[in-house]
């Protein structure tokens, strides 16, 4: 069994940033395609991030598009979300994802293991 552990959320200003991390526990080797979600509250989970198997493939949710960097340590199986120019509209929990296909992209369920979340809240 694989346990995505998030790290990296808090509290942050109009205009801040954040890195968000997540590595599984487990001690597996496999390397996984990997994408971030999110819920903000009373609102649907939606796609924030993703990255494929090997690092050459990334997409963004128009949201998000110019203000968000995925990136990957491949050696670590952690996978990084960078959010720069936060808003108040980011405030959600933040959940990674991690699948066997070479790339999930959007589509949560070619993700086979999700996190606890972290907790990313936008305010003044």
């Known amino acids: 069994q694989v346990h995505l552990v998030e790290s990296g959320g808090g509290l942050v200003q109009p205009g801040g940033s954040l890195n968000l991390s997540c590595s599984p526990s487990g001690g597996t080797s496999t390397t996984w395609s990997m994408g971030w979600f999110r819920r903000a509250p009373g609102k649907d989970r939606e796609f924030v991030a993703a990255?494929?198997?090997?690092?050459?493939?990334?997409d963004y949710a128009d949201s998000v598009k110019g203000r968000v960097t995925i990136s990957r340590e491949r050696s670590k199986n952690t996978v990084y979300l960078q959010l720069n120019s936060l808003k108040p509209e980011d405030t959600a929990i933040y959940y990674c994802a991690a699948g066997v296909v070479l790339y999930g992209g959007a589509d949560p369920a070619l993700y086979r293991y999700w996190g606890q979340g972290t907790q990313v809240t936008v305010s003044s």
């Open positions: 990255i494929s198997r090997s690092g050459g493939t990334t």
